[in-house]
């Protein structure tokens, strides 16, 4: 699997780095693998206590967004929001 993020608009550099396909976070980390350990740490940890008290909703785009904002709001400034550009790891799970 892939651990660097593809975007489709590289002229569109609000998701990653300069110069590189690292997602612009939180936490400074500028190495894809860095980022990958740390945003499974991160993610493992939000997704058990959502287990415990799940994020109410009906699963449409506002309960999706908020459970995408609970889960990565810790990484991402822009965590919960609807993206400009399509970003993956080699699959696309949601497009813009």
């Not at 287990?51 to 449409?60: A, M, T």
């Not at 991402?76 to 993206?83: D, I, N, P």
Request: hydrophobic share 40%; net charge negative; glycine share 4%.
């Amino acid at each position: 699997m892939s651990t660097e993020y593809n975007y489709e608009y590289e002229w569109d550099s609000r998701y990653c780095y300069p110069n590189c396909n690292v997602l612009i976070n939180k936490l400074g980390i500028t190495n894809a693998d860095e980022l990958r350990v740390a945003e499974r740490e991160i993610t493992a940890l939000q997704l058990a206590v959502a287990q415990i008290e799940p994020i109410p909703g009906r699963f449409d785009l506002t309960h999706l967004q908020a459970i995408h904002r609970y889960l990565f709001s810790d990484i991402f400034e822009w965590a919960g929001e609807v993206r400009w550009v399509n970003i993956s790891k080699g699959n696309f799970f949601c497009r813009y």
